[in-house]
């Protein structure tokens, strides 16, 4: 998984060379297909070619399934996408949509992905992880339904200890009792791998209710990550009711858009999967305080960005 300023590998899947893609035609307004080919230096490498079809061939169908894996992001993010194929399928433009939130929200996930994000994730004093959540949790509440849902953000960008955040999760809910450490001493946890929690409460505020536990990732090295929130198990060791009446379905949120011949079995250890084009298809209420320091992370971020 290549990351920001180097360049995909040789063998690089689609999805990562659809990123490639995206963040030269933002930092150039446009790009080719041959553009591509020709950064990537696969124009007159045909050392691992021996018996195969010739490279033009090869390059042909690579990225055939470049833009087609394009395509499919501007299906799933309709408006959202901040690009545009032209009319021959050739050519990919950035479209300057400055008051178009979901393409900033798919700029952030852009460069939240191909950005080193524990050494770069820093920007303007804006901690670009930490904005995932944020976004998450908006997002999980959206896509519950926005009308009668609730959100909120538990993890590292939440304030105060993880007992008072325990706590406070309870009374919200009106389910888990209050903080109870299972084990004896003091607790290290700071979110315990839960991020985000949505759920749809009842007029009557009886429990039983639906509720989705979040995890958020953001860069590319999340496959090994995916069954690390246990919402039964976070329940048992933290709360002093050790269990909701109904489990809490785990999601997993994350920046990156999944290589679709993966989709199916990320899904089976992940659960509720939000990768970048559902998330972006889901943002249809934010906070402005929060879109605003997203567009101020972007700013500063893709400033910086330097590709080969």
């Given at each position: 998984m290549f990351k920001l300023p180097n360049l995909?590998?040789?063998?690089?899947?689609?999805?990562?060379?659809?990123?490639?893609?995206?963040?030269?035609?933002?930092?150039?307004?446009?790009?080719?297909?041959?553009?591509?080919?020709?950064?990537?230096?696969?124009?007159?490498?045909?050392?691992?070619?021996?018996?195969?079809?010739?490279?033009?061939?090869?390059?042909?169908?690579?990225?055939?399934?470049?833009?087609?894996?394009?395509?499919?992001?501007?299906?799933?993010?309709?408006?959202?996408?901040?690009?545009?194929?032209?009319?021959?399928?050739?050519?990919?433009?950035?479209?300057?949509?400055?008051?178009?939130?979901?393409?900033?929200?798919?700029?952030y996930l852009l460069l939240s992905t191909r950005?080193?994000?524990?050494?770069?994730?820093?920007?303007?004093?804006?901690?670009?992880?930490?904005?995932?959540?944020?976004?998450?949790?908006?997002?999980?509440?959206?896509?519950?339904?926005?009308?009668?849902?609730?959100?909120?953000?538990?993890?590292?960008?939440?304030?105060?200890?993880?007992?008072?955040?325990?706590?406070?999760?309870?009374?919200?809910?009106?389910?888990?009792?209050?903080?109870?450490?299972?084990?004896?001493?003091?607790?290290?946890?700071?979110?315990?791998?839960?991020?985000?929690?949505?759920?749809?409460?009842?007029?009557?505020?009886?429990?039983?209710?639906?509720?989705?536990?979040?995890?958020?990732?953001?860069?590319?090295?999340?496959?090994?990550?995916?069954?690390?929130?246990?919402?039964?198990?976070?329940?048992?060791?933290?709360?002093?009711?050790?269990?909701?009446?109904?489990?809490?379905?785990?999601?997993?949120?994350?920046?990156?858009?999944?290589?679709?011949?993966?989709?199916?079995?990320?899904?089976?250890?992940?659960?509720?999967?939000?990768?970048?084009?559902?998330?972006?298809?889901?943002?249809?209420?934010?906070?402005?305080?929060?879109?605003?320091?997203?567009?101020?992370?972007?700013?500063?971020?893709?400033?910086?960005?330097?590709?080969?």
């Amino acid at each position: 998984m290549f990351k920001l300023p180097n360049l995909p590998s040789a063998r690089a899947e689609s999805n990562e060379l659809a990123d490639f893609a995206e963040l030269l035609a933002w930092k150039k307004n446009s790009t080719s297909a041959r553009e591509i080919i020709a950064y990537l230096g696969r124009l007159d490498d045909n050392d691992h070619n021996i018996g195969c079809d010739d490279n033009d061939d090869e390059n042909a169908d690579e990225l055939d399934e470049v833009m087609n894996e394009i395509e499919r992001r501007q299906d799933a993010c309709r408006e959202g996408y901040p690009f545009e194929l032209g009319l021959d399928g050739t050519v990919l433009r950035h479209k300057d949509d400055q008051n178009n939130h979901r393409s900033d929200v798919y700029r952030y996930l852009l460069l939240s992905t191909r950005l080193n994000m524990k050494t770069q994730r820093i920007h303007v004093e804006i901690d670009g992880t930490l904005l995932l959540e944020e976004i998450s949790a908006s997002i999980l509440k959206n896509y519950l339904g926005a009308n009668r849902a609730k959100s909120l953000v538990f993890g590292t960008a939440a304030i105060g200890s993880f007992e008072d955040k325990v706590n406070h999760l309870c009374r919200e809910l009106g389910e888990g009792g209050r903080y109870e450490n299972i084990d004896e001493g003091a607790t290290q946890a700071k979110d315990d791998k839960l991020d985000a929690v949505a759920w749809v409460p009842f007029t009557d505020e009886k429990p039983g209710q639906l509720v989705v536990f979040g995890q958020c990732k953001t860069g590319s090295n999340w496959e090994g990550l995916m069954t690390q929130l246990q919402p039964d198990a976070f329940l048992a060791r933290w709360t002093s009711q050790k269990r909701y009446l109904l489990n809490p379905t785990r999601a997993f949120c994350i920046s990156e858009a999944i290589n679709r011949a993966q989709w199916n079995s990320s899904l089976l250890y992940a659960g509720l999967m939000f990768d970048r084009c559902r998330l972006v298809d889901y943002c249809d209420e934010l906070d402005e305080e929060l879109l605003n320091r997203i567009r101020l992370w972007n700013s500063a971020a893709s400033a910086k960005v330097s590709i080969g």
